[in-house]
């Protein structure tokens, strides 16, 4: 883009899980960028719909003027335009861990995707969504085990990924009538270590903030 900055922007809205993960990631990095709020209930800025014209949403990472769409492929450019910014979140010298990594971290949208359907909906489709994010938090306590992090002892690609989610779990739990706790402790004990790190904490809104933000969205949508 002709005129644009150099270095990194973030185009991103406050609330967002998605922004979230590269806001984690850079500060886990110690890489410097600036920071741009974006208007997303309302008219969305020129510079976002430039940006990202075809999904126009955010998270987007201007690099030099050069957009990067999409919080898991930006995920994995910090990772190869930026090598020697440590730590690394992707195990550098094994493949199939990486593969691995990057499917889970996929498969963590399911926590967002189908935890919107438990407060948009209602009746038996609501009650689908419930049985069906229990199984998905089921799969990532299972997934996780009785390792600290999903890579490891390390926090890594997967924990960047899921845990801007932990602050929507309280909403979720609410809407689906259903205990993170009790269907997947491990989870839970998870999300409590991830948010003692300072990159996680400093990008997090208290869950009472994201539960305004939902009663928001409902009466934006017309959602009784």
């Not at 126009?56 to 769409?69: E, F, Q, W």
């Not at 990772?79 to 971290?105: C, T, V």
């Amino acid at each position: 883009m002709a005129g644009a900055k150099k270095g990194l922007v973030l185009l991103d809205f406050w609330v967002s899980p998605f922004g979230q993960r590269c806001r984690i990631a850079l500060a886990e990095k110690g890489i410097p960028y600036e920071y741009s709020e974006q208007e997303l209930l309302g008219a969305k800025s020129d510079l976002l719909l430039r940006s990202n014209p075809v999904h126009k949403k955010i998270p987007v990472l201007l690099h030099d003027g050069r957009p990067v769409c999409e919080s898991l492929v930006i995920l994995n450019y910090l990772e190869e335009a930026f090598p020697d910014a440590s730590p690394k979140l992707l195990p550098a010298d094994d493949a199939y861990a990486r593969a691995q990594a990057r499917f889970w971290a996929a498969y963590s949208d399911k926590v967002y995707e189908v935890g919107t359907r438990l407060w948009k909906l209602k009746g038996e489709p609501q009650a689908q969504a419930r049985a069906e994010i229990v199984q998905v938090l089921r799969n990532l306590d299972g997934e996780l085990g009785e390792r600290s992090f999903f890579g490891g002892e390390a926090f890594g690609f997967v924990d960047v990924a899921l845990v801007p989610f932990v602050p929507w779990l309280p909403s979720y739990e609410r809407y689906g009538e259903f205990s993170v706790e009790g269907i997947a402790p491990r989870l839970a004990a998870w999300a409590r270590r991830c948010a003692e790190r300072d990159s996680v904490a400093k990008s997090f809104h208290p869950p009472e903030k994201v539960d305004e933000f939902i009663n928001l969205l409902k009466k934006t949508y017309g959602i009784e």
